[in-house]
């Protein structure tokens, strides 16, 4: 079974432009999260979707936003970006059904530098 | 408010030493708790996981886990580490709301 993937894996942007990152999930996984990572602040959750609607929100500026397709693959999208979003955002899949409620796999991220 | 504590933010061990990272936390419910991994430049990997029951989980390479309530404590050990082992670990508490509070992380160095 193919593991998550996130796309693109490195990404440069300068302050003001906006940006959308995407992940796919294991197949069959319906819920998607997202975290951000910095050597500040460690890891962050974003947010995460179920089955295209947005369950859980975490403590992040409207700037930052996200989608699920019906397909679960997922989109976040950051505007008016700054500097200090500069980190590495990874995506995690999680299984809805059959057991393993809770557990989150995660993708090798996308390093995301803002100049 | 939900919180993880890894008091050490920097471990040295020698290969083939024992090894103990330690990790408390603060929840409102019955936790789930989980010990990630991640090397340089990758994404994080599930060690292990404790939802309920016996309260010593054995995990992936080795690692095994205890979970003390009273101490509200979720240790990571291994008998005796290999160089390979070195990485950055992550103990992170959740719950079915499904967002995952971490910890600061433990960067492990290995001496050979």
């Known amino acids: 079974k193919a593991g998550v993937t996130q796309t693109p894996r490195y990404l440069i942007k300068t302050r003001g432009q906006q940006v959308t990152l995407s992940c796919s999930p294991i197949?069959?996984?319906?819920?998607v999260s997202w975290y951000q990572q910095t050597p500040g602040q460690g890891l962050q959750f974003l947010f995460e979707?179920?089955?295209?609607?947005?369950?859980n929100k975490g403590n992040f500026p409207g700037r930052f936003s996200g989608r699920q397709f019906s397909n679960s693959r997922s989109e976040m999208n950051v505007s008016t970006l700054e500097l200090g979003d500069s980190a590495l955002y990874l995506c995690?899949?999680?299984?809805?059904?059959?057991?393993?409620?809770?557990?989150?796999?995660f993708g090798p991220g996308t390093r995301l530098t803002v100049l | 408010a939900q919180s993880v504590t890894q008091p050490d933010i920097h471990i040295t061990v020698s290969e083939g030493a024992s090894l103990e990272l330690r990790c408390n936390y603060s929840?409102?419910?019955?936790?789930?708790l989980f010990w990630y991994v991640q090397s340089p430049g990758q994404g994080l990997q599930l060690l292990l996981k404790?939802?309920?029951?016996?309260?010593l989980v054995q995990g992936i390479k080795g690692f095994e886990a205890e979970f003390k309530r009273s101490q509200s404590s979720f240790n990571l050990r291994k008998p005796s580490v290999h160089w390979s082992d070195a990485a950055e670990y992550f103990c992170?508490?959740?719950?079915?709301?499904?967002?995952?509070?971490f910890g600061q992380g433990t960067r492990l160095t290995i001496n050979p």
């Open positions: 995690a899949s999680i299984p809805t059904s059959g057991g393993g409620e809770g557990e989150q796999f």
């Open positions: 197949s069959g996984h319906r819920s």
């Open positions: 979707y179920f089955s295209e609607t947005q369950r």
């Open positions: 929840y409102g419910a019955t936790p789930y």
């Open positions: 404790y939802f309920s029951g016996d309260t």
């Open positions: 992170a508490v959740g719950g079915r709301a499904q967002k995952l509070v």
